[in-house]
């Protein structure tokens, strides 16, 4: 009796799945920068009507282990995001590799506006922000289980945030 039960529950779990993941109501997790964001959530952080994706500097770096999708507002222009996804499984201890090259990038390796950088609490295991000295914009940069990532672009603080947010729940 047990076994026939266990069986019943078995398939109506897989099958809810199957539903849940055939609807959307479950997302299925990124495999590359560019599948953690929407161009919609994008445009929306940045308050405009359309991004389009940069095919020609968007790419995996197999040797810097790095995924980069670049988003932007209209050709030539400054506005945009850029994601960039460091692939890894980061140990206890010190702040992995990954979360220091992401936060190195972030913060274009300057240790003055990194030391600057506020902590953001509810992304990741890790995550900190700063802004652009030039004001247009700012830099957040992550860390999960699954690596880390910097996202960098013409968003404040608080759309960052929940770029983040969202990115970090699809690693």
């Known amino acids: 009796m047990k076994t026939r039960r ?7 779990t897989m099958l809810a799945l199957w539903i849940a993941s055939s609807t959307g109501l479950v997302e299925a997790k990124a495999k590359d920068a560019c599948e953690l964001l929407t161009a919609v959530e994008i ?15 968007s790419d995996q770096h197999l040797m810097g282990h790095v995924d980069i999708c670049s988003w932007y507002v ?3 222009s400054p506005e945009g995001l850029e994601s960039r ?17 992401a936060k ?5 390796h300057d240790s003055a506006r990194s030391d600057k950088a506020q ?3 509810g992304v990741g295991a890790e995550a900190v922000y700063g802004p652009f000295p030039d004001g247009t914009g700012g830099s957040l940069a992550f860390r999960t289980r699954t690596g880390a990532v910097a996202l960098v672009g013409s968003a404040g603080k608080e759309a960052l945030t929940s770029l983040a947010k969202l990115a970090a729940s699809r690693m």
């Open 74 to 76: 209209k050709e030539n």
């Open 43 to 57: 445009a929306k952080a940045l308050n405009v009507l359309v991004v389009k994706k940069d095919e020609v500097n």
């Open 6 to 12: 266990a069986a019943a529950t078995s398939a109506v």
């Open 85 to 101: 996804w460091w692939h890894g499984k980061p140990g206890a201890g010190e702040p992995p590799a990954e979360f220091i090259a």
């Open 104 to 108: 190195g990038h972030a913060f274009e």
């Open 119 to 121: 902590p953001v609490s």
